[in-house]
């Protein structure tokens, strides 16, 4: 494996790990993802509560897909859409003066940032996430 193939698999453990542990933080408690969903002003109310439950499964089956072999190109389209909506949602939030703190990884507030910090963490993942579908469909196994 050359070196691009090495960043490539470091960069997909790191999106993995991260949608994982996202979507494994925010099962135990969809009440709380969904208040973080309801602050950003943006979705009508009646679709917040079924975007709390299905996000935490989807982030899983992202991450998992990012590990594998067979969907590891479909992972990191998701990723890339995951973490553009992400940026999107930060940038509307930043744009209206909403003070947001998502619970990106869970109600309990771990890695809670400011919306500046969450849009620059969301455009960084998003970078990656990009390379990385950008090297899967070019570069398949």
């Not at 135990?28 to 969903?37: L, N, Q, R, S, T």
């Not at 989807?58 to 897909?65: D, H, I, N, P, S």
């Not at 939030?93 to 309990?108: E, I, K, N």
């Amino acid at each position: 494996m050359d070196a691009s193939g090495v960043a490539s698999m470091i960069a997909r453990g790191i999106l993995a790990a991260v949608f994982i542990v996202a979507g494994l933080l925010k099962l135990p408690d969809p009440a709380a993802f969904a208040e973080g969903i309801a602050g950003f002003r943006f979705l009508p109310e009646w679709s917040v509560g079924p975007l709390a439950l299905g996000m935490p499964v989807f982030e899983l089956l992202t991450g998992l897909a990012l590990l594998g072999r067979r969907f590891r190109s479909a992972g990191a389209l998701a990723a890339t859409g995951l973490t553009l909506a992400f940026a999107l949602l930060y940038a509307w939030a930043l744009a209206r003066g909403l003070d947001v703190r998502c619970s990106c990884f869970g109600g309990a507030g771990l890695l809670r940032v400011s919306n500046p910090v969450g849009l620059l963490r969301a455009l960084a993942m998003l970078a990656l996430a990009a390379w990385v579908y950008r090297r899967e469909s070019l570069f398949r196994d």
